[in-house]
């Protein structure tokens, strides 16, 4: 995240250069590919309440999120690489403001609504400055707030590129589940069945679905046991996930953990937990161990 901050903050000084962005993707790539169960959990957890710091985060797991997406696609590693850049630099020119957003407690003023509806162009007008010649990254920035109704910004166009189309799912997805000072973080799963309502239709929304599964890493639910657990690992089909208790049978929280099979009718998944206020960390080292870097 710190190194994420600084390549950021050269690129807006033009200090940074395009290749810069494209070796902190392919480091990021590493990591994702060494576990994408981690890092979809570590992307959907948000126990971080340091709200300054949510459009790092939010970069970058939007970032992770695109790799991943991108190869349950089949792209080709030149496109996915590219989509994820864009989404590592989608709001370089709104990173101050997104700080300040994430803190404030009154709506957006009139200034502060402008600088949001014109920071794609802003964002590309800056990475274009700092070296970027990469079209396909620089549409998905472009576009990444366009819509198919011509309801989107900065232009209203009714089509954009593929990677700008994955790239606006995943951006408005990580929105609705990453908690502000003044607004409580939307359950996983149903930002994940709100995804499916409105893009069933749509095979790049789908993708981004069945990327993140019904229960995504990180989300938690309540078992048929009685225990309340942490999905840990998506299956390789169906809906039934592998997951971590965090509590006893009485939904009391303990320090013990049991791994789950959740395709088990006795430990099968009622829902998404209701009631998350007695859980509010889930450390990844307590359900997931030490994991050796690849880097």
Known sequence: MWQLDKLTRGLVR????????????RELRALVDADPDVAIFLSVRQDDRRFALYPLTHSLHCAAIALLTGQHLAWPEERTEAMACAALTMNLSIMELQAVMAEQGEPPSARQLREIRTHPDASVALLRASGVTDEAW?????????RSAGDGYPHGLTRSS????????????????SPRAKRA??????AVRQLFQQGSADPLTMALVKTLGVHPPGSLVQLRSGEVAVSIR????????LVATLSDARGR??????????SQPEFAVQGALAETAGFPRVLPERVYGVIASPL
């Open 234 to 241: 998506r299956p390789p089909r169906g809906t039934q996930p």
């Open 138 to 146: 620089l549409q998905a920035v472009a576009e990444h707030h366009e």
């Open 162 to 177: 593929e990677p700008a189309q994955v790239l606006r799912a995943i951006d408005v997805f990580m929105a609705k589940i």
């Open 185 to 190: 973080a939307m359950p996983a799963q149903t």
């Open 253 to 262: 929280p303990t320090a013990q953990t049991h791994r789950r099979d959740t």
């Open 14 to 25: 033009h200090e940074a250069s395009a290749s810069a962005v494209v070796a902190f993707s």
